[in-house]
């Protein structure tokens, strides 16, 4: 059952990609799909790619094993959207924007700039790519019994196939068509589980007091502070999320798909906190149909939410939910894609290198090689990360983006007295703390390098890349000494 649900997943969302793939003939098409989707529809696709592996999977595996602070991974949407909502919203939306860099370059020196965004564009998008990778390849090992690294590889080829093929009007089908599937299997796997306690959450969280227990992560203060800014503000700053915007063809319609995303995405969080964790603790721990003869949970912690589908469901929910989850990957997978490909095919080689003097069809013929390249690139991330929580990994991607993309973005959009040497420097400085303190931390320079102690001793870098990236773009703004005449010059007409 589970693997015949798999198969009809794949299916729908390539016959939905071969349909796009029939109304795809321009790079408008290829990449905002003609800017042609709804605000509602545009809301459910925006829920669709940010309800990841991450959330479904990662943040199921951390109520399980840490208790009340995995919901710091929950409410980083709140903040996320409510910014998206009320201060972004309505700025996004402009004629010819394809990427969060044609943004940038309406107001900053185009070639430079662009070369920057599109590379801390990148490297998010990558590592974020690399998380739901790593979730799909863990789900795929248990649901048919293969070897991980094959299947990565099947995930990789199906998301190179969405994104060649198919362009933003098959990520979007697809991602509304998970939101959708994701919505409904989250609301049956949390009445399935309520049934087992005549319907008392009380009940159930007093049965299942570990999901409720503070201080399983370890957290100091500042790494709460610091995990909490990452993930919000790196959701505002991720590359998949922000070209969603440019799909729709109002500041209306804008406004609308936050609100949307916002009541979907809550929806589900709250669904996760308040039932799905606490009955993977209740129905799931110490059952020895979901452990190994050492006690270690078959597939990982990443899987307690589909084992509870079995323990709740049995093999025809176990299947249903496999493939929910499998939707989920590929939709998020989809979007991400999508993201790091236009930052090669539009922003460095269109604009940055060729200024300009390139065909579309020169253009589509960049980014399907890129998509190649790009899927080939994350398989092999994906199979280095194995075994990695993907909640947390999703952290490390989204720190990039807060200490990058965000810092750029809100600044060119209220801030007169950002300059282009403020971009420049404060972008690669947010892109270099970031990842020096990523690779120094017990993560990386402990569990991955092997070395004993690590050097820079948080596991959560937000807080001081940030503060790096956005105290770099201020300073060399406002040491910016020519181009602080010109905008002088051009407020007062001089």
């Not at 995990?227 to 804008?254: D, E, K, N, Q, W």
């Not at 201020?474 to 051009?490: L, N």
């Amino acid at each position: 059952m589970a693997i015949a649900c798999f198969f009809v997943v794949i299916a729908i969302t390539l016959v939905i990609t071969y349909v796009a793939a029939r109304r795809t003939k321009s790079t408008e098409e290829f990449y905002v799909a003609g800017r042609s989707i709804g605000g509602t529809m545009n809301g459910f696709a925006i829920a669709g790619d940010f309800v990841s592996a991450a959330t479904l999977l990662g943040t199921s595996a951390l109520l399980y094993v840490a208790g009340f602070d995995a919901t710091l991974y929950l409410v980083a949407p709140l903040v996320a959207f409510t910014v998206f909502l009320f201060a972004m919203s309505d700025r996004l939306v402009g004629s010819g924007h394809y990427t969060f860099t044609d943004i940038l370059c309406a107001r900053l020196d185009e070639r430079p700039v662009r070369i920057v965004a599109a590379t801390t564009a990148l490297v998010s998008a990558i590592m974020y790519l690399m998380v739901q990778v790593v979730g799909a390849g863990a789900l795929l090992q248990v649901l048919f019994d293969i070897p991980y690294r094959m299947a990565v590889a099947i995930v990789g080829a199906l998301m190179i196939v969405y994104v060649a093929v198919g362009g933003m009007l098959a990520t979007t089908w697809v991602q509304i068509t998970k939101a959708a599937l994701l919505i409904t299997g989250v609301t049956i796997l949390a009445l399935l589980v309520l049934t087992r306690v005549d319907f008392d959450i009380g009940g159930l969280l007093a049965v299942a007091p570990d999901v409720l227990r503070i201080g399983g992560l370890q957290l100091s203060t500042l790494d709460s502070v610091s995990l909490l800014l990452g993930l919000s503000f790196g959701l505002v700053g991720s590359p998949h999320l922000l070209m969603r915007f440019f799909t729709v063809p109002t500041a209306r319609a804008a406004r609308t798909s936050a609100a949307v995303a916002l009541g979907c995405v809550s929806y589900v969080n709250l669904l996760i906190v308040l039932v799905i964790g606490a009955g993977a603790v209740f129905l799931v721990r110490g059952i020895p149909a979901y452990h190994d003869a050492a006690g270690v949970m078959v597939g990982g912690a990443n899987m307690v939410s589909i084992h509870l589908s079995h323990a709740v469901g049995g093999e025809m929910f176990l299947g249903i939910m496999s493939a929910v989850a499998f939707a989920t990957i590929l939709a998020v997978v989809a979007g991400l894609t999508l993201a790091s490909v236009s930052a090669v095919s539009h922003d460095l080689y269109a604009k940055a290198w060729r200024r300009g003097r390139t065909s579309q069809r020169e253009e589509l013929l960049v980014l399907r090689i890129a998509t190649v390249l790009i899927g080939a690139i994350v398989v092999v991330l994906g199979i280095a990360f194995e075994g990695q929580n993907i909640a947390y990994l999703v952290s490390l991607a989204l720190s990039v983006a807060a200490s990058t993309n965000f810092p750029m973005l809100i600044l060119t959009m209220y801030w007169r007295g950002f300059t282009t040497r403020g971009a420049i420097v404060g972008g690669i400085t947010g892109l270099v703390t970031t990842i020096a303190l990523v690779t120094l931390s017990p993560a990386v320079w402990v569990t991955v390098l092997g070395y004993e102690h690590a050097v820079f001793p948080s596991e959560y870098p937000a807080l001081y890349s940030m503060a790096a990236g956005f105290g770099a773009m201020w300073f060399f703004s406002t040491t910016d000494r020519s181009a602080r005449a010109r905008i002088d010059k051009e407020a007062f007409g001089r």
